[in-house]
């Protein structure tokens, strides 16, 4: 069955890094791209970008460009998301949701919560 | 940017009941609109695409209507499991974007 597990919480303070895994099982990896989502504690669900797992193209939502990296890992089937420059209104759980088959993210990791704060 | 609206903010409903969330698009997006369920602690997960189609183990009870800017998600006799927030989604703009609405939360009345 289609999974993707995600890397554990992290704890950051104003001004780190941050890497963010998914990994992918049960289906063929570079058949279908990946989404990055966003949800700040009681808020809603903010699309970040995708990646092409085929070629390894990213594309980054509008206010997220600079300090968000996608990348992956085809031998391990995994896509990472990098955050530079934390900042404390960057925390949040961060999902990785496979692009379906017609195009609406049809599996979600269970989600990595990054929080940023001195 | 296509902008995204939801209403109610909250619905409240006794078990049993049908509930009827409303999607709105700033602009036309035609058919391209997804509909996920979201509970506390857990994933979103998605529950109809394609505005209309039902996705794979989505009971029967969860319907949905509309097109173009204005979108309609019902769920009839409702269960304690359906108490959750819903969100519309719009990707009519794929690749090079997509939208989710801000939610609709359905709780105990």
């Known amino acids: 069955q289609v999974q993707l597990v995600q890397s554990g919480s992290e704890l950051k303070k104003p001004g780190a890094s941050v890497k963010v895994s998914c990994k992918a099982s049960?289906?063929?990896?570079?058949?279908?791209?990946m989404n990055w989502v966003r949800q700040a504690p009681g808020r809603g669900l903010e699309w970040l970008g995708w990646?092409?797992?085929?070629?390894?193209?990213?594309t980054y939502a509008q206010g997220f460009t600079g300090r968000f990296l996608f990348s992956l890992d085809t031998s391990v089937s995994t896509t990472y998301l990098q955050i530079s420059s934390l900042k404390t209104e960057d925390t949040a759980v961060y999902y990785c949701?496979?692009?379906?088959?017609?195009?609406?993210?049809?599996?979600w990791g269970q989600g990595t919560l990054v929080t940023v704060s001195s | 940017e296509i902008v995204m609206t939801q209403s109610p903010a909250t619905l409240s409903v006794s078990p049993g009941e049908t509930a009827t969330l409303s999607c709105r698009a700033s602009?036309?997006?035609?058919?391209?609109l997804a509909w996920f369920q979201q509970k506390p602690g857990q994933a979103p997960r998605l529950l109809i695409y394609?505005?209309?189609t039902r996705a794979t183990g989505i009971p029967a009870r969860f319907s949905c209507s509309g097109s173009g800017t204005e979108f309609t998600l019902t769920i009839s006799s409702l269960q304690a499991e359906d108490f959750a927030v819903y969100f519309c989604?719009?990707?009519?703009?794929?690749?090079?974007?997509?939208?989710f609405g801000p939610g609709t939360k359905v709780d105990f009345k």
């Open positions: 990646i092409n797992t085929n070629t390894g193209d990213p």
């Open positions: 602009q036309s997006v035609s058919s391209n």
């Open positions: 949701a496979r692009v379906g088959p017609t195009i609406a993210p049809d599996y």
């Open positions: 394609g505005a209309s």
């Open positions: 049960g289906y063929s990896f570079s058949n279908f791209a």
């Open positions: 989604q719009e990707f009519n703009n794929w690749p090079r974007g997509l939208t």
